[in-house]
């Protein structure tokens, strides 16, 4: 806050003073001098006006953020519950078999919709969960015709890992917005 004071409020205040001080003084001291100084108060005050406008602009982007996220976030977060066991379920398939299943589209757009959630802080975690997804299809299409079951792909085991974790993360973030 105090970085924005000096930046926004004091800094131009300064500058502004400054510039108009460094002007030669008028023959005349009268009116002129008190127009002038009332001009430059009045482009100070509006120039507050717009940096506490803008301040302001960003403080309900926040709030609508945060409700946004606690609005969405329960929905994710069952239907993000509902992939791991899928997923553990597929595990015994060939891979050949496994491919077909839904779940690996699923996560992927579960899992970037929470992305796209402002609210949602593990950014990180969600955008390695789309890269192991990636690798565990990958590994399905080169081993389809090999007869090789799904739970041999070590990938597929860190994906239901962090899908786990990442469950965990959106409960975290639902009681924590609950407690606010």
């Not at 899928?86 to 699923?106: C, H, N």
């Amino acid at each position: 806050m105090a970085t924005f004071i000096v930046t926004f409020l004091v800094a131009p205040a300064v500058f502004l003073i400054g510039w108009y001080f460094s002007k030669p003084l008028p023959s005349e001291f009268g009116t002129y001098r008190l127009i002038d100084w009332l001009s430059v108060i009045a482009f100070f005050m509006g120039y507050l006006g717009l940096v506490f406008s803008g301040y302001a602009a960003l403080g309900v982007k926040r709030l609508s953020d945060r409700y946004f996220a606690r609005v969405r976030l329960p929905d994710l977060r069952r239907k993000i519950d509902k992939l791991a066991p899928q997923l553990g379920d597929i595990a015994e398939m060939p891979a050949d078999q496994a491919i077909m299943a839904q779940v690996f589209s699923e996560v992927s757009v579960q899992v970037a919709a929470l992305q796209r959630l402002n609210g949602f802080k593990n950014r990180k975690l969600a955008a390695s969960i789309i890269s192991k997804n990636r690798k565990v299809t990958k590994w399905l299409s080169a081993n389809r015709s090999a007869g090789t079951l799904l739970n041999e792909c070590d990938a597929m085991w860190d994906l239901f890992r962090e899908l786990n974790e990442i469950s965990l993360h959106v409960s975290t973030s639902i009681e924590e917005e609950k407690a606010k």
